[in-house]
């Protein structure tokens, strides 16, 4: 089977950037992932919350200016941590033909992390950018561990998690090359 990766650009909306942990950098990483799949005919998907705080229509859900879909390309919507339930991701992903997605956004411990194994359960390959995801801006609070720990944390368990018959990869966004073919 050959290898045929998507981006996800899970939650990168205004209200949810507004609070993240280094919000530019990831912001920036993302974008340059974009440009760069897109330059290779890699389909880039973005996942758009919905729920308190995030209505549809509002300034808070829209997606943030740098990382906006272009024409023709593919927002998914949905109301869970869990960007496949309830929504339309996994027959998107299986009418592109998709093996592996290629995982960035907000927030590392609940959407992100879902939504990435989620994607393993369902017979996609993974490959985490380490540095495009990211958390809430918070100190340690609540139970939480502080912001910078909350993505280091997440980055390292997807460097040491197993699927059987799963690739699992964790790569900086300098480091991910859209047109380097794979087995």
Request: charged share 20%.
């Amino acid at each position: 089977m050959s290898h045929v990766p998507a981006l996800l650009v899970i939650d990168m909306q205004n209200a949810a950037v507004a609070l993240s942990h280094r919000p530019r950098e990831t912001v920036a990483t993302i974008a340059s992932l974009e440009r760069r799949a897109r330059a290779a005919g890699v389909p880039v998907i973005a996942v758009q919350h919905e729920g308190a705080g995030l209505e549809p229509g509002t300034e808070g859900w829209a997606i943030v200016p740098e990382l906006a879909p272009l024409e023709g390309e593919t927002t998914i919507r949905k109301g869970s941590a869990d960007a496949f339930l309830g929504s339309d991701l996994d027959p998107c992903l299986r009418a592109l033909g998709v093996t592996e997605v290629v995982v960035t956004g907000f927030a590392t411990e609940f959407c992100v992390d879902t939504t990435a194994r989620q994607a393993l359960s369902r017979g996609y390959d993974l490959l985490l950018v380490a540095d495009g995801h990211t958390t809430s801006a918070r100190p340690a609070v609540d139970g939480f561990v502080a912001s910078e720990q909350a993505v280091a944390h997440h980055t390292a368990v997807y460097r040491h998690l197993s699927f059987p018959g799963r690739s699992i990869r964790v790569l900086p966004a300098a480091r991910i090359d859209f047109t380097a073919p794979r087995p």
